[in-house]
């Protein structure tokens, strides 16, 4: 027995979770949202959907694309970008925490004595 | 801007979570799962599935049912549904208040100054 979740926050509809925190944290890294989809086994239009979703719910813009040049492209993320994944992942962190923490707390004593349904 | 979750409880799969929850709180009040399938706008047949496949995933019953009889029958739950419903009752409070709290502590300062997208 264990405790499952799924987290989010919402803002005209579903508008940040852990699919758009992990691609741009990816993309923090690589520059790149075609490597970060492909690194996370996602089709890049599914990944670019995601991400144009998300800037719409969210009222900002979250990656600035550069077109060609020297380096071939690529995408950075935006300085709101960087806000709300700072506040999503300490949340998330914590929140993961407390979680586990307090269905430990009730779920503890039903966990040492299960009893079976007899067949 | 807002913070939104589902949680259950995982065994063998999704075992336990608000909608076995306020089923069975409904029987512990009208002792019939008739009843409150109808008043919660779901079919009694798909109430019937749910408590079922909680059962199996928990391992053991959630409801007596009592078939006719003077009262014509009805439902009544056992003594370990009584047991999961206390721990989940009290988990559930508990973890509302927590998620709430911990989301305005890491997004209060992101929600008081919107970067609106230039369009």
Redesign the interface.
Known sequence: ???????????NG??FGDGPYELLKGVEKTASLHKVAHQMGMAYSKAWRLIRTT?QRL???LLDRKVGGKSGGGSKITP?AK??ML??G??RE??NG??ER??Q???S??NTS????RS
Chains 1, 2 share one sequence.
Request: aromatic fraction near 18%.
């Open positions: 027995m264990k405790v499952a979740y799924k987290i989010w926050i919402d803002q579903k508008a800037e009222g900002f813009s709101q806000e709300v506040c999503y300490r949340f914590e929140a407390a979680i307090i269905y707390k009730h779920f004593s039903l299960p009893k079976r349904k």
